[in-house]
């Protein structure tokens, strides 16, 4: 099966600087790289994804990278904001129809004014 | 488009008593939708996959007569927690496959069984 790596486990930077988040997965069958941002008590909401023919997608701040052959992808937050604070996972998937999502462990993303 | 409704928000019950938690997919139809489980600081797990008109799929080491899954149309799948025990305590997360094969969330239960 699909093993997603994820780190930092922990980020914190200061307001307006970027950040990046890096995960690693194992399925070379992976095709669809969605990345969730959590808030505490809330559910998972869908920030940006990407597709195994893309190799970059962004999205105003957002951005995510893709290397189909080192088999890993990273979120980019530019300009960060004090409500960019949450839980960023990533995950990956077949993208079929009816395939769950393989999470990573999550980033808990701190930004101080 | 593409919202999950997941109600209730979050649910205090007793030990051995069962409690229902509903997921909707509000504006698209959803032949499958997915139940995770969730600790505090920890990851989504996977629980099992519900499929519209058929029975549940479901992950191992997860009992299947102790969440039973039920998906009756394309727009609801519900959880139900039987006899539930303080171990079953958690944050209880639905999700549906929508336009663009893309996975969208419910808002997730906390439950506490006391």
């Known amino acids: 099966g699909e093993n997603v790596e994820q780190h930092p486990s922990t980020l914190s930077v200061q307001e307006g600087d970027s950040a990046v988040i890096k995960c690693t997965y194992s399925?070379?069958?992976?095709?669809?790289f969605p990345w969730y941002k959590q808030e505490l008590g809330k559910g998972p909401q869908l920030i940006i994804d990407i597709r195994s023919n893309v190799g970059e997608k962004k999205d105003q701040r957002i951005a995510v990278t893709l290397n189909k052959t080192a088999k890993h992808f990273s979120l980019h937050i530019t300009e960060t904001q004090p409500e960019d604070s949450a839980v960023y996972f990533c995950a990956a998937t077949p993208g079929n129809s009816g395939y769950a999502l393989n999470f990573g462990k999550g980033t808990s993303l701190l930004v101080t004014p | 488009g593409a919202v999950v409704s997941q109600h209730p928000s979050w649910v205090i019950c007793k030990s051995g008593t069962s409690v229902k938690i509903e997921c909707r997919s509000l504006d698209f139809q959803a032949t499958t939708m997915f139940w995770y489980r969730q600790f505090p600081k920890q990851s989504l797990m996977l629980m099992a996959t519900?499929?519209?008109?058929?029975?549940?799929?479901?992950e191992q080491g997860v009992e299947k007569d102790k969440f039973l899954i039920n998906h009756a149309s394309l727009t609801l799948s519900t959880l139900t927690v039987t006899s539930a025990h303080p171990e079953d305590s958690s944050f209880y997360i639905c999700?549906?496959?929508?336009?663009?094969?893309?996975?969208?969330f419910g808002s997730g239960t906390q439950l506490s069984v006391l």
């Open positions: 999700s549906a496959m929508g336009r663009g094969e893309k996975l969208f």
């Open positions: 399925d070379s069958a992976s095709n669809y």
């Open positions: 519900s499929n519209e008109g058929s029975k549940a799929t479901y």
